[in-house]
């Protein structure tokens, strides 16, 4: 049974720093693409970082980019979403997603196209 648990969401003000943290149990074999997808309350979810755990490529949607980043510790089999410059519209859940497949070039990002999910964890942004 595949798990994916997230820790790490909280409050936080305008232009602070939070880590979220996601560690997988149960795969028998490398979770080749993890990523984060977000949805805000009313809005479409978004899939914000992603990162090929064979190759460590990283991928971003553009309202990301510059201050999140995505790393792994394959030893603890976690992955990480370090997020900076924290903004009141990056306030929403966010959820932690695996395949077993890779990335495809960060289109499995966009697409929000993983076989494994997370719980989530809240984020919120105070202006």
């Known amino acids: 049974q595949v798990q994916l648990v997230e820790s790490g969401g909280g409050s936080v003000q305008a232009g602070g720093s939070l880590r979220l943290s996601c560690t997988v149990s149960?795969?028998?074999?490398?979770?080749?693409?993890m990523g984060w997808v977000r949805q805000a309350p009313g809005k479409e979810r978004e899939g914000v970082a992603a990162i090929y755990r064979a190759g460590s490529n990283t991928y971003y949607a553009d309202s990301v980019k510059g201050r999140f980043t995505i790393s792994q510790d394959n030893a603890k089999n976690t992955v990480y979403l370090q997020m900076n410059s924290l903004k009141p519209e990056d306030t929403a859940m966010y959820y932690c997603?695996?395949?077993?497949?890779?990335?495809?070039?960060?289109?499995?990002?966009?697409?929000?196209?993983?076989?494994?999910w997370g719980q989530g964890t809240q984020v919120t942004v105070s202006s």
């Open positions: 997603a695996a395949d077993a497949a890779g990335c495809s070039g960060g289109y499995r990002m966009q697409a929000m196209d993983f076989g494994y």
């Open positions: 149960g795969f028998t074999h490398s979770s080749n693409c």
